[in-house]
């Protein structure tokens, strides 16, 4: 199934629109600044474990140039160490700053079936200032084995300023939103519903699939979902440490420990405003 834009599934847009390089980096900024983890503006576009490149700088989105696992020069090294797969969690949650769940209500009136079963459903309060909210439905991790492979690629020429995926978050339905900037209260359901016709028992080969929807969504909202894993919501970063000075009381870097050769990527802008945009500061003057 391929990725489809549902009616259902995004709200009109605000300020931002889903072309908008602004929208796609004040996103990935927010839910970096709360998890550390970068997400993926475009989830059907799968990243995989091993992929290494850069990130463009106008958009936070990562512009793969090839996988350690496939590429000639790596691809013996790499092997003999495949990736891991973690066990899947229920959901995976993050939020930025200015961004609260509280509890999940309805008017009385309201009828929408499936909604006391459905899987996932809250709601989230936005302040003034904008804020970003990503849910995965049953992601599972997929990593590269620490303390085994990474110290044996510090000296590989094609990876020397690129950015190694060492870990994914694969999952078959996702929701992610990027508010408007104004206050709201944003509910979201992961609804399960049997396609029609149902005269073939599921246990013969009918499925339960999935929908969300949503309510309130001023910002800019996108999801979908699977009955596979097609989806890359937020993987991990890292790149070759490069020598610095160490302070005279530091102590020497061990090169038993991965964490001393290989080091989280920042991102690589400047402070965003609340547009996307990266902030000037004009040079203080003293008399």
Known sequence: MGFVLNPKCIAQPGMFNLGSPQSSRKFIDLIFAASSKWANWDPPKQIHVGDYGTIDKKTGEFEKEGNIYEDVTTAEIATAHPPQTAA?????????????????????????????????????????????????????????????????LVDVPELKDKYLATE???????SLYLSSGEDEAVRLALLATVPLPTAVPLSVGGSIQSSWWNQNTSGLFRCASDNEYSYTPLYTLKR???????????????????????????????????DGEEQEFEDEVFD
């Open 168 to 174: 994914t978050f694969s999952c078959p339905a996702y």
């Open 240 to 274: 070759i440490r490069k020598p610095g000075l160490l302070r005279r009381d530091s102590p020497l870097p061990s090169t038993d420990d991965d964490d001393d050769l290989w080091e989280d990527v920042a991102q690589p802008w400047d402070p965003l405003d609340s």
């Open 88 to 152: 899947k969690d229920k959901t995976f949650e993050i939020s930025s700053n200015h961004v609260r769940r509280t509890e999940f209500s309805l008017e009385p009136t309201a009828s929408i079936p499936g909604i006391a079963e459905a899987s996932i459903k809250g709601e989230w309060r936005f302040s003034s200032k904008r804020g970003a909210l990503l849910v995965m439905n049953q992601p599972r991790s997929t990593y590269i084995p620490p303390k085994a492979l990474l110290k044996k």
